[in-house]
């Protein structure tokens, strides 16, 4: 069934949370992978860092998250997100990047069927991901991990994660995530139908 026969009430919203390098890539490439649309909460967050005209660095992203948080609250990013997720004509939409309770309310609130799944690893195996993968925003050394780590804490994230519906432990291979993802999507998909 195409999203654009389905009503507000038969679509699954589902949140991905956890700290940066936990996983929540992998998990949202198992859903793009099964067909369904990912919308990004860091790419919103990056592309308003370039459109202030700021390079996509670890210190500029994480300022204008802050920033966007500071002058349009504490949801603001998920205000940007849910009018994108729900123009989407898909029975089922993930949402990535979750930062924050505040966030975690303003999509249980706004969405039907949101549900939150929180990808955990611990700091080591984060930052061994985040070195090897090299993206503009991601850490060079462990300073920089832990700033960032604190900066994401200090806008709630720990409160996000403690709210999620599931928790995937990540400290496998990732062909374990993705197999831990996919049956809990697919679980998600055959409650909701």
Same mark, same amino acid.
């Given at each position: ?5 389905? $009503? ?6 589902? %949140?991905?949370?956890? @700290?940066? %390098? ?12 099964? #067909?369904?649309?990912?919308?990004? @909460? ?14 996509? $660095? ?7 998250? /802050?920033? /966007? ?37 303003? *999509?249980?609130?706004?969405?039907? $069927? *949101? =549900? ?10 984060? *930052?061994?991901?985040?070195? @090897? ?17 604190? =900066?994401?804490?200090?806008? %709630?994230? #720990? ?12 400290? %496998? ?13 697919? @679980? ?6």
């Amino acid at each position: 069934m195409d999203g654009s026969t389905l $009503n507000r009430d038969e679509r699954i919203f589902i %949140g991905i949370t956890g @700290m940066p %390098g936990s996983g929540k890539t992998t998990a949202s490439d198992v859903v793009r992978e099964m #067909g369904y649309p990912i919308v990004s @909460m860091g790419d919103i967050i990056r592309a308003e860092t370039e459109r202030r005209g700021l390079e996509p $660095n670890p210190e500029n992203v994480g300022r204008v998250m /802050l920033m /966007l948080r500071e002058e349009e609250g504490a949801e603001a990013v998920a205000r940007r997100v849910i009018p994108k997720a729900l123009s989407l004509q898909s029975r089922l939409v993930l949402i990535e990047g979750i930062r924050s309770l505040h966030e975690v309310e303003e *999509f249980r609130r706004r969405l039907p $069927n *949101f =549900r939150l799944i929180a990808i955990h690893a611990s700091p080591r195996t984060r *930052f061994r991901r985040l070195y @090897m993968r090299g993206r503009s925003d991601d850490p060079k050394n462990w300073n920089v991990f832990m700033e960032r780590d604190m =900066r994401e804490l200090s806008v %709630g994230l #720990g409160d996000a994660i403690a709210m999620a519906d599931f928790m995937l432990v990540n400290e %496998g291979t990732r062909d374990q995530l993705r197999r831990n993802m996919r049956r809990l999507v697919e @679980m998600l998909l055959k409650e909701g139908s």
